[in-house]
């Protein structure tokens, strides 16, 4: 199995209600791919950092495979929400992409 982990911050022109708007999409449009991608096990976001964080939100997904990662990456469903929820409201993004 391949985890595939990532962690926003928000862009900080937004105010907190645009910021819980913009989080709780990016949660819906992500988690939305569940049983749309081939090879996807798993998909969570984490909205609700404690206040130590130093980031926004989390995805936590799981794959199959790295191909199915790969793939995953350019699947139509997924390209479509990462420029229409995602990368136009993040100012930063870390990867970390593991087997497990």
Same mark, same amino acid.
Do not use: Q
């Given at each position: ?5 990532? $962690? ?8 907190? %209600? ?11 449009? $992500? ?18 950092? $404690? ?14 495979? %790295? ?34």
């Amino acid at each position: 199995m391949v985890k595939h982990v990532i $962690l926003w911050t928000l862009k900080e022109e937004y105010s907190a %209600e645009e910021k819980a708007k913009i989080k709780a999409d990016i949660k819906a449009g $992500l988690e939305g791919l569940k049983g749309e991608i081939p090879g996807l096990i798993d998909i969570k976001v984490n909205t609700e950092p $404690l206040e130590s964080s130093n980031c926004d939100l989390m995805l936590d997904s799981s794959f199959d495979s %790295e191909e199915s990662l790969k793939g995953y990456a350019v699947h139509p469903k997924h390209v479509d929400v990462a420029n229409t929820k995602v990368r136009p409201f993040t100012a930063s993004r870390v990867c970390m992409d593991y087997e497990n």
